[in-house]
């Protein structure tokens, strides 16, 4: 029977950037994924990565910043190896903020008045108090696809729509894991199933899905578009707004406790569209093109569930929430030097799996 040194329990953006860094180590790596890969949180994410957000837990302050500075070389070895580009785009973020104050980010400065906001974005006709933040964003598809045809390259094995229902277990120590069909058989399993993670038996991990629906409107048929409308990502209270460079903007979201459920609801496509709107009225002209759901992983705290587990052999990479685009390269890094033996980076301690013993 063929063995792997690690089993990766799901193929969204935090598996595949692990399997990738672990090929890249040396370790072999089978990657099992209940559908496709990527084609659940991943799928559905807007890319912002807002390493600026003042809703960003203090607790996470220190990967956040390292994972954003990760980023460009994170997405310049990824082109390099598969060949297709995570659209990174790098114009930087435009945040009304409130009365929150200057978000504590290096390199953030207030825009003192309309003009200075005109002209980086002429468009824009919301008025406030708004801050220009060096925040970067991608693509999560284009992302997902390049670190899939990446970690194919080097080696990386996959099995696809197949769910894992059990981590094997012989002698207090991890064995494998089991579908329905098959037993794989490794010497480390870790769990990276996102919202799906609490339904590895007999040791699932204490994520929940938090819904959250996005819009993309595209410019009318017959509409010249060089560019997108906004060159930079916008965030408000009501609505952010994400450029892509295809012209493309993507309009988000919303956070339901509403369990599995993925329902696109038109009332709330017409309201984040009405948002976007009221901050460019240019948007009104363009027309809707999709709208859909996804399911971030939750953790009770809101922290990320990273690190060892009291089971030797099993690992939890999940419980990312809204941050799994933005944290995959920190992440896949911390994970590859436990899972290699090596000291961690930083103090695992505040997201450690065993909190929640």
């Not at 956040?64 to 973020?93: C, H, K, N, W």
């Not at 929940?208 to 060089?226: D, E, F, I, L, S």
Request: proline share 8%.
């Amino acid at each position: 029977m063929k063995t792997w040194d690690v089993v990766i329990i799901g193929g969204g953006v935090i598996g595949l950037s692990l399997a990738r860094s672990l090929r890249h180590s040396g370790g072999s790596v089978l990657v099992v994924e209940k559908s496709e890969p990527a084609r659940e949180a991943t799928h559905a994410a807007g890319g912002m990565i807002a390493h600026c957000d003042p809703e960003n837990p203090p607790a996470m302050a220190r990967i956040i910043a390292a994972s954003g500075r990760m980023y460009p070389q994170f997405i310049a070895e990824l082109r390099a190896e598969a060949f297709e580009s995570p659209d990174l785009r790098v114009d930087g973020t435009i945040a009304f903020c409130g009365e929150g104050g200057l978000p504590a980010c290096e390199g953030a400065r207030p825009l003192h008045d309309a003009a200075e906001l005109a002209q980086l974005e002429p468009l824009i006709a919301l008025r406030g108090q708004a801050y220009l933040l060096p925040e970067c964003s991608v693509d999560p598809r284009k992302l997902a696809s390049a670190l899939e045809k990446a970690a194919r390259k080097l080696g990386v094995d996959f099995v696809t729509g197949s769910a894992v229902t059990e981590v094997a277990v012989l002698g207090r120590r991890v064995t494998g894991a089991r579908t329905a069909k098959s037993f794989y058989m490794a010497a480390a399993v870790v769990n990276c199933a996102g919202a799906w993670a609490s339904q590895i038996k007999p040791f699932g991990m204490p994520t929940r899905p938090v819904k959250g629906q996005m819009v993309c409107v595209v410019p009318q048929a017959g509409a010249h578009a060089a560019g997108p409308l906004i060159r930079h990502v916008v965030r408000t209270p009501d609505v952010y707004i994400i450029p892509r460079s295809d012209g493309r903007l993507l309009l988000g979201a919303t956070v339901e406790e509403a369990g599995f459920d993925k329902h696109v609801d038109a009332d709330t496509v017409q309201r984040l569209y009405r948002a976007a709107v009221n901050i460019a009225p240019e948007i009104g002209q363009m027309r809707i093109h999709d709208a859909w759901a996804g399911l971030r992983p939750g953790s009770p705290d809101g922290l990320p569930i990273l690190g060892a587990t009291s089971l030797p052999g099993y690992y939890a990479a999940t419980g990312h929430y809204r941050d799994g685009i933005m944290l995959a390269p920190v992440t896949a890094q911390l994970m590859t030097q436990l899972l290699t033996g090596r000291s961690p980076d930083f103090d695992m301690g505040p997201f450690s799996p065993l909190r929640f013993l």
